[in-house]
């Protein structure tokens, strides 16, 4: 019996040892692929960011929309569900205007909750609103 337990005194250290760098391993391995997947979502998100000038403004023009739709079809592969969402409203709102500009506040807010739907995945909150991004036009 004295021998059982003089083994498990061995035993437990290297046991206790093994598992605990096991553990740190696995977070380590969890936190960079985490890491690389923000880091991946921001980069993607801010290209979606700067195609969306497409739809405002004095910069709204046809080949920067397509090339927003484009890069929104990639964003079902990362998106989060409402940066996703947003996107489809905003969408939508193209679509019921049957290519006509929209009303200049409803695109704000379109626009604008994409942009803070991003924030919140990207950040994990804000207390940001739509009215709170502004787009301005910079004119020569």
Known sequence: MET???VVKLLFPLVTL???SGLTYAFAVKAKRDEAALKN???QYSKLLVKLQGFVGATANAKTKREFFEEQYKGWLYCSDEVVEAINSMVQL???NHGKAPDPEAGRQAIGNIVVAMR???RG???LTY???R???VIG
């Open 135 to 137: 787009y301005t036009d």
């Open 18 to 20: 093994l598992l605990g």
């Open 4 to 6: 059982l337990i003089e």
């Open 131 to 133: 009215k709170s991004f």
């Open 125 to 127: 909150g804000t207390k």
């Open 120 to 122: 919140k995945d990207l």
């Open 94 to 96: 193209v679509i019921d």
């Open 41 to 43: 979502r921001e980069e």
